[in-house]
């Protein structure tokens, strides 16, 4: 079964950037769609990006034009590219693969369709 472990969250001034990493061991992390959500206090988990096996991505309205998800394939690590970050964007960031649809073409935005989780990393924008 597929690990993921996130890396890379901190606290982060209104505009600035940061890059969020997910690190995937004991699995086929090529074969996989791969995820970001982000739960903020209070609220509920939210879709963020997500990206095919082989590179077609999916963004949230809210983050579309200021995120950027891409992946390394041979180095089994997700990216979360974050520019012009917002206090709104404060929350624990999840990163997630989809281990049971093996080199979709189709992209997902809903939790449910992804099986293996991170533990989480926060990032914190203040103003």
């Known amino acids: 079964q597929v690990q993921l472990v996130e890396s890379g969250g901190g606290l982060v001034q209104a505009g600035g950037s940061l890059r969020l990493s997910c690190a995937a061991s004991?699995?086929?992390?090529?074969?996989?769609?791969m995820g970001w959500f982000r739960q903020a206090p209070g609220k509920e988990r939210e879709f963020v990006a997500a990206?095919?096996?082989?590179?077609?991505?999916l963004y949230a309205d809210s983050v579309k034009g200021r995120f950027t998800i891409s992946r390394d394939n041979a180095k089994s690590v997700e990216y979360l590219q974050m520019n012009s970050l917002k206090p709104e964007d404060t929350a624990v960031y999840y990163c997630?693969?989809?281990?049971?649809?093996?080199?979709?073409?189709?992209?997902?935005?809903?939790?449910?369709?992804?099986?293996?989780w991170g533990q989480g990393t926060l990032v914190t924008v203040s103003s």
């Open positions: 990206i095919t096996w082989n590179g077609g991505t």
């Open positions: 004991r699995g086929t992390f090529s074969k996989y769609a």
């Open positions: 997630a693969a989809d281990t049971s649809r093996l080199y979709s073409s189709t992209i997902y935005s809903n939790a449910g369709a992804f099986e293996v």
